[in-house]
C-alpha cells in the first residue's frame, strides 16, 4: 500500500511561489520504484498531469503550460515528492493531486487513470 499526503498549497498573488510537499509511505517495496506525478485540476475541468518524476531514473517531464516555471523533484531518502510553482499565474488555480504508480517495465501514460494512489489534494489559488 501506498500513502501520498499534500502540503504546501495556499493563496498567492500572480508571480508568486508555492512549494508542495507530497509525503510518500509505501509498506513494500521503496518510492524509488514508484513513477511520482502532480496532477491539478481546476473546477470544471479535467484532472491533467503537470509534471511526473519517473522511477529508478528519476528523469522528469512537464506539460508545456508549466515548462520553466514549475520543477517537480523527489527525495527517495526522505520519502517526499516537491514540486516547485514560480511565476504563478490565475490559470494555476486548482486542485493540486500527488500521484503514484509502481514501475513494473511497461511504460507509463500520463494519465489519471494509471496511478492507482492518489493524495487527497491541496488547493493553489492565484489572484491577478
Known amino acids: 500500500q501506498v500513502r501520498l499526503v499534500e502540503s504546501g498549497g495556499g493563496s498567492v498573488q500572480a508571480g508568486g511561489s508555492l512549494t508542495l510537499s507530497c509525503a510518500v509511505s509505501?509498506?513494500?517495496?521503496?518510492?524509488?520504484?514508484?513513477?511520482m506525478c502532480w496532477f491539478r485540476q481546476a473546477p470544471g475541468q479535467e484532472r491533467e498531469a503537470v509534471a511526473v518524476?519517473?522511477?529508478?531514473?528519476?528523469?522528469?517531464d512537464y506539460v508545456d503550460s508549466v515548462k520553466g516555471r514549475f520543477t517537480i523533484s523527489r527525495d527517495n531518502g526522505k520519502n517526499t515528492l516537491y514540486l516547485q510553482l514560480n511565476s504563478l499565474g490565475p490559470e494555476d488555480t486548482a486542485m493540486y493531486y500527488c500521484?503514484?504508480?509502481?514501475?513494473?517495465?511497461?511504460?507509463?501514460?500520463?494519465?489519471?487513470?494509471?496511478?492507482?494512489?492518489w493524495g487527497q489534494g491541496t488547493q493553489v489559488t492565484v489572484s491577478s
Open positions: 500521484a503514484a504508480e509502481e514501475d513494473y517495465g511497461l511504460g507509463i501514460r500520463l494519465e489519471s487513470t494509471f496511478f492507482g494512489y
Open positions: 509505501v509498506s513494500a517495496n521503496t518510492m524509488s520504484s514508484y513513477h
Open positions: 518524476a519517473y522511477a529508478r531514473s528519476g528523469s522528469t
